[in-house]
């Protein structure tokens, strides 16, 4: 899968949180967020609509890292987001990566993780649907 930072949009409430393109792993992209004040909920944690922030941001460069892949275009607009919230985000940096584990024509489906220093313990993860609407010209 290409690796063009470009795929990677992000909304202005991703860029407001402070999420940005980590670095591409396996042709997918990985999110990061710095543990910030806009960031923050309870005291040195993570708010949880922040991590769920993450996770959305991480799922459609994911998509849209697939699409480029395949020479697509979409407009991408949500169906359902369900968040689960495994551990409490602590004070530091938060990653996340997506997979699409369905593409149809008009809709996807997508996993995320999110974790901290280990991987394998994620905070959180999403399962994201997706549909996909023509690019209007």
Known sequence: MAEHPDIV???PYARSLGIE???????????RVEFVEAVEGRP?????GATGGLLET???AALRAELAERGRD?????????VQYL?????????AKGRVTKLGRRSA???VEAWQD??????ATAVMNVFMGEPED
């Open 9 to 11: 949009l992000l909304t």
């Open 87 to 95: 551990s409490a985000g602590k004070s530091q940096a938060s990653f």
């Open 58 to 60: 991480a799922g459609y």
């Open 21 to 31: 393109l980590s670095e591409w792993e396996d042709g997918v992209p990985v999110m």
């Open 118 to 123: 280990d991987r394998t313990r994620p905070i």
């Open 44 to 48: 040195e944690h993570f708010h949880g």
């Open 74 to 82: 979409a407009v991408l607009k949500p169906i359902n987001i369900t």
């Open 109 to 111: 489906n997508l996993t």
